[in-house]
Nanobody, 132 residues
Framework: QVQLVESGGGLVQAGASLRLSCVAS????????MGWFRQAPGKEREFVAS?????????????SYTDSVKGRFTISRDNAKNLVFLQMNSLKPEDTGVYYC????????????????????WGQGTQVTVSS
């Protein structure tokens, strides 16, 4: 397993942007598919976005997004720095919640998982609050 630490959350107004970061421990970060989930107060945790892993010079990643963030959020990764990002634009009040970074091992190459059960390691979360 890897250890994950998120950062970049905060309080913003609707329409603003935030960039979440997640740094992972370990030397095998590039072999993990990575994802972002969120949990709003009183609601279950939900999938937000994910990105597949790469091997060697296979730098083409597959990404997945939940429908409500498509066109507004972008997930990316920097394997050299063990980082995964979630760029969030045009934020809405319904994007409010605790955002969790997650890592998935043993995922088929080129697959970006969308279910929580596929992920082995989780960060502690970072709060995002969007005011109207």
């Amino acid at each position: 397993q890897v250890q994950l630490v998120e950062s970049g959350g905060g309080l913003v107004q609707a329409g603003a942007s935030l960039r979440l970061s997640c740094v992972a421990s370990g030397r095998t970060f590039s072999s993990y598919a990575m994802g972002w989930f969120r949990q709003a107060p009183g609601k279950e945790r939900e999938f937000v976005a994910s990105i597949s892993w790469s091997s060697g010079d296979r730098t083409s990643y597959r990404t997945s997004y939940t429908d409500s963030v498509k066109g507004r959020f972008t997930i990316s990764r920097d394997n050299a720095k063990n980082l995964v990002f979630l760029q969030m634009n045009s934020l809405k009040p319904e994007d409010t919640g605790v955002y969790y970074c997650a890592a998935a091992r043993s995922i088929t190459f080129g697959f970006a998982p969308t279910t929580g059960t596929a992920f082995d390691s989780w960060g502690q979360g970072t709060q995002v609050t969007v005011s109207s």
